[in-house]
């Protein structure tokens, strides 16, 4: 009986000591390969061999390959990447797969149509991309509507995009605001207005967290663009006629006869520099500001709010 | 090391010899000589890829296959034929009955991988006509599949130990894909949020990291390995190993085996 209890103690003690070690270890095995998961090499790119390769399982399969897709992009994001190699061949896959992961491609052309470091850079990849999936759906009108975005704020074809909101708008069930923006595309509207119009059109659209804040962030973004964009006309025609800069916003305001002095959506008054600068007081809290921003400036991370 | 532990151990071996178990040999270099004259005949430039690929994944398969098999009959095979009691009856503790048992199977194992790698580096040679000095990098992996297999053995004992030969050779072949995908579990677990996330990363740590001991593709890439890689591997497999076997002993030690 002795025995047995030394046993059972030493075994125990074995036990814990080795599942505590293995943990351990397996952080620093992770830390060595730390890219294991998601290696810059795709082993197997072809969506056909992997369709035959799941066994008939291409759902589940589709849904690993779209969550190793959002962890890609994620990283790859997160570090400000340069390349984003297997993005393309990762969503080509995904919707190979599954084509009617209707999330793959309204997110996939989100991730692939913005510039380095944003994202890729490749907006007629995008458009491969959502064409397909209205090949595959052709009833789902936010296809459509991404389509129309694309090409909207990404290749600045305003015909296209266009075209690409009036087609959305004939299917069964489609938003009003599809035909909305058709109209507004047609008429070549301001360029602020139609992307504000988009930018709440998603927010609105949308359940999804994180496309809500993505959202959000471009509505506030736009805001200082717009108004560093006035403010900066205003500074040129103060300076044409008194052949001056203005000592502060006030003076600005006051002479040009502006509706008093703007402020960034978090309420920070904006900055006057002695180069007759427009700047934002915390470029860091508006990633997808274009204006703004003090020369040399390289955008932190984003940081997403949910409100406006 | 005991006495008894070692001729347990040399029973095991014994025993899984004359069960045939080595006859897995001759389809392996069927396997093997086939692809590489068919590959050579039918490709263009991939003859050491495919060899490396297919030579190495067939020792791992053949191998986890042999491993579960024989694993999950260990005890309960004893306890059918009611040999365990014969030997139980003599100074031999429990165990050191699961401690022998598990270096019989490993043996076993560690044997017939080494008559697999010499297949794998015979068709090598045929089909590259000399060797080369990345084809050295064929040993680490081999060497980390040995390392895959002492965990199988470890576990298939685990689950042998409580369970019917039926649901342990289901349970070890579950965590062997479960484990080949740890890695990607691991990562699911780290976009968990709250609770969720620390429950998943648990079952991630919990279950054996196959993913790190396959090194396959990239060996046959020539791509090296990094001597931290092995170290830790090495540690990782026989932590892991003595995790599963401690839970074997303490459940076989208070088994009731009336």
């Known amino acids: ?308 | 090391m005991s006495a008894r532990i070692v001729h347990i151990a040399s029973n095991t071996f014994r025993e899984a010899v004359r069960d045939r178990v080595l006859y897995n040999l001759i389809a392996f270099a069927l396997l093997l000589s086939g692809a590489a004259i068919l590959v050579g005949q039918i490709s263009i430039d991939i003859k050491r890829l495919v060899v490396i690929n297919l030579g190495l994944t067939a020792v791992s398969l053949f191998g986890v296959v042999i491993a579960i098999f024989i694993g999950i009959g260990l005890v309960s095979k004893e306890i059918e034929k009611r040999t365990l009691y014969t030997v139980l009856s003599r100074p031999v503790r429990r165990w050191e009955f699961i401690i022998g048992k598990f270096f019989g199977l490993a043996g076993t194992l560690v044997v017939n991988t080494f008559f697999m790698a010499i297949g794998v580096f015979a068709a090598l040679l045929y089909v590259s006509h000399k060797f080369a000095r990345p084809d050295a990098l064929v040993l680490v992996a081999l060497y980390f599949i040995i390392l895959q297999f002492l965990i199988i053995c470890a576990l298939a004992l685990l689950f042998s130990s409580f369970s019917s030969p039926l649901l342990s050779a289901v349970f070890a072949f579950s965590l062997f894909v479960i484990g080949s995908f740890a890695e990607d579990l691991r990562g699911f677990a780290g976009m968990a949020r709250g609770p969720t996330r620390w429950l998943a990363s648990a079952a991630a740590y919990l279950v054996p990291n196959f993913s790190a001991f396959n090194v396959i593709t990239s060996i046959a890439h020539e791509q090296p390995v990094a001597g931290q890689l092995v170290l830790h591997n090495t540690l990782y497999a026989l932590f892991y190993a003595a995790m599963a076997l401690s839970g074997a002993v303490l459940i076989f030690e208070h088994r009731d085996l009336k």
């Open chain 1, 1 to 308: 009986m002795k025995s047995r209890r030394q046993t059972t103690f030493i075994a125990g003690g074995c036990l814990v000591i080795s599942l505590i070690m293995s943990i351990l270890i397996l952080r620093r095995v992770d830390q060595i390969r730390p890219q294991a998961t998601l290696d810059e090499v795709l082993y197997i790119s072809s969506p056909k061999v992997l369709e035959r390769a799941s066994l008939g399982y291409n759902g589940l399969m589709a849904d690993i390959y779209w969550t190793r897709t959002v962890q890609y992009f994620g990283q790859r994001h997160y570090r400000s990447a340069q390349s984003y190699n297997l993005l393309a061949p990762l969503l080509e896959i995904t919707t190979h797969l599954d084509p009617h992961l209707l999330v793959a491609y309204q997110f996939g052309a989100s991730f692939l149509a913005p510039k380095p470091p944003s994202g890729p850079g490749q907006p007629d990849r995008a458009v491969q991309l959502i064409e397909y999936g209205i090949q595959n759906n052709p009833n789902e009108w936010r296809l459509y509507y991404n389509l129309g975005f694309v090409y909207y704020m990404e290749l600045n074809d305003y015909a296209k995009a266009a075209e690409a909101f009036e087609r959305g708008s004939r299917v069964p069930n489609a938003h009003p605001f599809l035909k909305l923006l058709a109209a507004q595309m047609a008429q070549h509207a301001g360029e602020y207005e139609t992307a504000r119009t988009l930018w709440i059109a998603t927010y609105q659209t949308t359940r999804d967290g994180h496309i809500r804040s993505n959202a959000v962030e471009h509505l506030r973004a736009l805001k200082v663009d717009e108004d560093v964009t006035r403010l900066q006309s205003a500074l040129t025609r103060f300076g044409e006629r008194t052949g001056r800069l203005p000592s502060s916003l006030s003076e600005l305001a006051l002479a040009e006869r502006l509706q008093g002095i703007p402020v960034d959506p978090d309420g920070n008054p904006y900055k006057l520099t002695s180069e007759g600068r427009v700047l934002v007081e915390h470029p860091d809290d508006f990633p997808f500001i274009s204006k703004g921003v003090p020369p040399g400036y390289k955008p932190a991370p984003p940081k997403f709010h949910t409100q406006p």
